[in-house]
T-cell receptor, first 112, second 112 residues
């Protein structure tokens, strides 16, 4: 089944404790992206990647890192999480040259 | 990116046709109109995309008038499972970032 998977789905952590949220897609998509969704603010893009080893900042990249060492994986790294990063995170992927993005199920992160 | 305006919420009953209109007055020549659906605690899902006139798929129809300053998503004979948030997006065809700017969307509540 074609899908985007994220792990973990739920995470509660404390300020400053490094964490990684994984994202994987099995559709051989070139493009992958991370969004966060907050009440009243819609979805905002954090980082995106056009292909392996090619990443760039989105609208709200501060406090986040990403890497794209393999085509299928695009982990989101929070080196030192803070409470304002408490949010619902979505990973998405799409084929190059198309606008249809496929979203993962989301990761609900709480930073205490 | 063109700004979109859509109703905050709509109510309907099972079996009725629902039309959600989106206003995008400053749409550019190379912009496409795309609609996504999001269920609670899930990632958005692509529904339909169009440039002008009418597009229909197995899920919905999209009506775009000649001036393209608005578009209407039509859901035929809705069921309870169509209760979701519907987002209208205007996306430049040649966007390199593949960033999707989601607004607040239209929250559709379908009653039995």
């Amino acid at each position: 089944e074609a899908q985007v998977t994220q792990n973990p789905r739920y995470l509660i952590t404390v300020t400053g404790k490094k964490l990684t949220v994984t994202c994987s897609q099995n559709m051989n998509h070139e493009y992958m992206s991370w969004y966060r969704q907050d009440p009243g603010l819609g979805l905002r893009q954090i980082y995106y990647s056009m292909n392996v080893e090619v990443t760039d900042k989105g609208d709200v990249p501060e406090g986040y890192k990403v890497s794209r060492k393999e085509k299928r994986n695009f982990p989101l790294i929070l080196e030192s999480p803070s409470p304002n990063q408490t949010s619902l995170y979505f990973c998405a992927s799409s084929l190059a040259g198309t606008d249809t993005q496929y979203f993962g199920p989301g990761t609900r992160l709480t930073v205490l | 990116l063109a700004k979109t305006t859509q109703p905050i919420s709509m109510d309907s009953y099972e079996g009725q046709e629902v039309n959600i209109t989106c206003s995008h007055n400053n749409i550019a020549t190379n912009d496409y109109i795309t609609w996504y659906q999001q269920f609670p605690s899930q990632g958005p899902r692509f529904i339909i995309q169009g440039y002008k006139t009418k597009v229909t798929n197995e899920v919905a129809s999209l009506f775009i008038p000649a001036d393209r300053k608005s578009s209407t998503l039509s859901l035929p004979r809705v069921s309870l499972s169509d209760t979701a948030v519907y987002y209208c997006l205007v996306i430049p065809w040649d966007t390199g970032r593949r960033a999707l700017t989601f607004g607040s969307g239209t929250r559709l509540q379908v009653q039995p």
